[in-house]
């Protein structure tokens, strides 16, 4: 795995894991790599400082990142607004949205995980569902 600081054409910096670093190169020339603040597939490796193993005790705390960008900023209050809002259904959510659609369990808002072909059968049978800008949390038991 190899980490890659990131600049869209937008100006916007934000950092990304790949396999490998050719792993990289063909997934940016498929056009699968996107800006992750405004979507743009214009997107080139950042100057970056090399990372060199050292001794556990010669290496310096690094801060945590405090400031978040106004996007940062609106995806976590959406993520809290969902959280708070809605039942977490895990890997039934195509099945639980599919039985509030047809009237056999009662409507509520619900999160969770669909695979491709799950969504996609959901939007082609008309119930409405939408990709959120997050994964869920995994709460561990």
């Not at 400031?67 to 959280?83: F, G, I, M, P």
């Not at 969504?119 to 119930?127: F, M, P, Q, Y």
Request: proline content about 6%.
């Amino acid at each position: 795995m190899i980490q890659y600081a990131l600049k869209c054409d937008q100006g916007h910096d934000f950092d990304s894991w790949f396999q490998s670093a050719s792993a990289f190169d063909k997934l940016q020339a498929a056009g699968h790599v996107a800006c992750a603040v405004c979507g743009s597939e214009t997107v080139d490796k950042a100057v970056m400082a090399p990372r060199v193993a050292l001794s556990a005790e010669s290496v310096p705390e690094k801060p945590l990142r405090t400031s978040k960008t106004e996007q940062e900023k609106a995806l976590t209050e959406l993520r809290r607004h969902v959280e708070d809002n809605a039942d977490y259904v895990g890997p039934r959510f195509a099945e639980e949205a599919r039985s509030m659609y047809l009237g056999a369990t009662p409507e509520r808002a619900i999160y969770g995980e669909a695979n491709g072909a799950e969504a996609k059968k959901l939007i082609e049978d008309g119930i409405p569902v939408a990709p959120l800008p997050f994964l869920p949390n995994r709460k561990a038991n």
